[in-house]
T-cell receptor
Framework: GAVVSQHPSRVICKSGTSVKIECRSL??????MFWYRQFPKKSLMLMAT?????????EQGVEKDKFLINHASLTLSTLTVTSAHPEDSSFYIC???????????FGPGTRLTVL | GENVEQHPSTLSVQEGDSAVIKCTYS??????FPWYKQELGKRPQLIID?????GEKKDQRIAVTLNKTAKHFSLHITETQPEDSAVYFC??????????????FGRGTSLIVHP
């Protein structure tokens, strides 16, 4: 299957700082990318959907000014957690979807810990 | 919007037994139903999917059934092995604008296969 990478895999930051997470589709063009948040032993919670070149669509309850999403190209989307707080600590996973298929390919996830 | 219920939340079986995980969905327009397996600390991986024009699909020890009238679908794993131990997520989705499919995930089932 297609490959999606995510960087960094782990990040520890101080409260109040911003963290950027990158999601890349390595061998296909991703027209749509999704950002999920996952708490321990919990399901995948969709945060936002982004299409290349347009603004992301955020799910209800997700602050767009706190979780900035940019989908600048067909192979790259970024999630920036601004002014991070300890409650933002979580596992963030991206996924990418191509044109002809409705299968999602997931990235390996980023473990964010905010001290 | 779509609502996906998944049961059970935890399933413990002996090696060699069968395991069944059930999901229901609410939106009759949903037409694509993937199942994902997520091992601890890893990304979700698609293991099997079914579309609404098919009632059953099988791939070796894994099968999925779909009942559109009742709006439920199930994952069946036969001859379970310890390496089948993981969290399994069902999802339901339909085509959205721009050609993307946005799945709604169930809460997940933690499958434990005892050797």
């Amino acid at each position: 299957g297609a490959v999606v990478s995510q960087h960094p895999s782990r990040v520890i930051c101080k409260s109040g700082t911003s963290v950027k997470i990158e999601c890349r589709s390595l061998d296909f063009q991703a027209t749509t990318m999704f950002w999920y948040r996952q708490f321990p032993k919990k399901s995948l919670m969709l945060m936002a959907t982004s299409n290349e070149g347009s603004k992301a669509t955020y799910e209800q309850g997700v602050e767009k000014d706190k979780f900035l999403i940019n989908h600048a190209s067909l192979t790259l989307s970024t999630l920036t957690v601004t002014s991070a707080h300890p409650e933002d600590s979580s596992f963030y996973i991206c996924s990418a979807q191509g044109l002809a298929v409705n299968e999602q390919f997931f990235g390996p996830g980023t473990r964010l810990t905010v001290l | 919007g779509e609502n996906v219920e998944q049961h059970p939340s935890t399933l413990s079986v002996q090696e060699g037994d069968s395991a069944v995980i059930k999901c229901t969905y609410s939106d009759s327009a949903s037409n694509y139903f993937p199942w994902y397996k997520q091992e601890l600390g890893k990304r979700p991986q698609l293991i099997i999917d079914i579309r609404s024009n098919v009632g059953e699909k099988k791939d070796q020890r894994i099968a999925v059934t779909l009942n559109k009238t009742a709006k439920h679908f199930s994952l069946h794993i036969t001859e379970t092995q310890p390496e089948d131990s993981a969290v399994y997520f069902c999802a339901a989705s339909k085509g959205a604008s721009g050609g993307s499919y946005i799945p709604t995930f169930g809460r997940g089932t933690s499958l434990i296969v005892h050797p």
